[in-house]
């Protein structure tokens, strides 16, 4: 009998045992996330673009306090940066927390009291954004517009400024990544200077891979998206004021209808006085800080050439393979083209995303549907990525290549083993195809006089 009695409790204690795991490992389970693992996707939309594993690394260094000097030795890091990249003296220069959005906020929303009379320049998605931002800090809001796809003409404005004597402020984007708009800047300054008001530009898909020079360009009021040409997640929007800016800022009249952007508070925390306004998003800041350095080693010069070359490959490619740009003049960084006669743009843009991890955009407003938006930003314009997404759409498209009026053209074949290889041909020695050189991953690019 005791034997039993033991086989009992023993039995008992076992049972015990195994309900006392089943609830620790139900426990835990609980707690259990399923693995944390995004794909890793070739990105080529219109922003964000790739991030190099450089800026990466950044973002997971110790964080530190906002007031710690050595945060703050960083921040100075950071500003000295970002006015080499933006080539301005500017003393108020920093990065707002925020998106390209927060930091198109923060320039209209300073610059702009109740009642003010604005200019905006409307030929699409961003400059309509700006439109509304400033309508809803209580600005008159005079529009000048360009059919999407168009560049803003300097004799519009100047009709604008002659018909509203009284504008202080005219806004315009430089980069307009709805459209792939180039927009350039030289001779609207200038009317907008003999006016007396101030300039606004945005630099969100120029800054980093496209010339721009924000001093000699006289522009007043700056801001640009860290994920874009600049290569670094989104998450700040590097700004800067010139001092007849932050003049009009210190002379307001009434407060800034926002009180997390207002650029009066703001200087005080990225300048000397460091007086606490907000928490920073510090490892962000990290990550800027490498991203900026990765820009300036490269050399600002060198890397527009990049971008420009880049463009050039993509663009002959893309015109070989029959397919039409949509902008007159044409960011190296956003290439907008319109979508073949026929073919089911989202359906391309899956097969893209599932069999080649490539992302590239959508059209926008009336380019819905009919559009593709290719971006090449920062880590993203490189011939691998051009070679890339050139050969992922002849095959889904079933596009055989061609050659262009100007003689470029090429063809993709795959030899059965699963390499690609990719054919260039261009008349002339000195085309941007040329420029390229070797293809990394898929292949030999071939380049020489007569058609591939
Ligand atoms: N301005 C332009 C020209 C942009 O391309 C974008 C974003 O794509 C923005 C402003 C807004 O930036 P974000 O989406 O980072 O807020």
Redesign the pocket.
Known sequence: MPMVVGEVNDQAFIECLIGQATTITTALMSFIAPRFAPPERILMG??PSDVPRRVLNALAAPTLGHLDPAYLAIMDEVRDYMRQVFRTKNELTMAVPG????G?EATVVNLVEPGDEVIICVNGV?GG?MKDVAERSGAQVHTVEAPWGQTIAPAAIADALAAHPGVKVVGI?H???STGVLQPLEEISKLVHDAGALLLV?A??SLGGVPFDLDALRIDACYS?T?KCLSCP?GLSPVSFSEAAVERIMSRKTKVQSWYLDMSMLKSYWGQERVYHHTAPINMTYALREALAMVLEEGLEARWARHQVNYLALRAGLEALGMRYIPENSLPSLNAIYVPEGVDEAAVRRRLLHEFDIEIGAGLGPFKGKAWRIGLMGASSTPRHVILVLAALESILGLSGGTTAAGYGFTVSSGGTGALSYNVGCNGAAGPLRALGRAPLLGTVVCGTGTA
């Open positions: 219109p922003g998106t390209g959005s927060a198109m961003f954004r984007v980069a307009e990544t945005d969100v898909t998206g994920q989104p």
